[in-house]
Nanobody, 119 residues
Framework: QVQLVESGGGLVQAGGSLKLSCTDS????????MAWFRQAPGKEREFVAS????????NYADSVKGRFTISRDNANNELYLQMNSLKSEDTAVYYC????????????WGQGTQVTVSS
């Protein structure tokens, strides 16, 4: 089973940095592609970044490219999102998600962590 719990959200000033973590208490973490999504108030949830099961391939939304870095530690079942040069438009609830080996969609989601960037 996949059980995802995010942490690390908070309030930060524009231009600052924050690192989000996502812990999977299940046993299949290293087999799953992982991703971060976010949802701002009144907007649809949007893709932020993804990483392959082995960590060798990453993808980013254009809006965060060059500012955010996704990484993972398969030995400890941890997913990370390092966010630098934060902007007010990065304010959202951030979710981590997992996609199983044979799945075409991200089927497992955490409860989310709030990131608020003050201008």
């Amino acid at each position: 089973q996949v059980q995802l719990v995010e942490s690390g959200g908070g309030l930060v000033q524009a231009g600052g940095s924050l690192k989000l973590s996502c812990t999977d208490s299940g046993r299949t973490f290293s087999n799953n592609a992982m991703a971060w999504f976010r949802q701002a108030p009144g907007k649809e949830r949007e893709f932020v970044a993804s990483i392959s099961a082995g960590g060798g391939t990453t993808n980013y939304a254009d809006s965060v490219k060059g500012r955010f870095t996704i990484s993972r530690d398969n030995a400890n079942n941890e997913l990370y999102l390092q966010m630098n040069s934060l902007k007010s438009e990065d304010t959202a609830v951030y979710y981590c998600a997992a996609r199983g080996v044979l799945a075409s969609r991200y089927g497992y989601w955490g409860q989310g962590t709030q990131v608020t960037v003050s201008s």
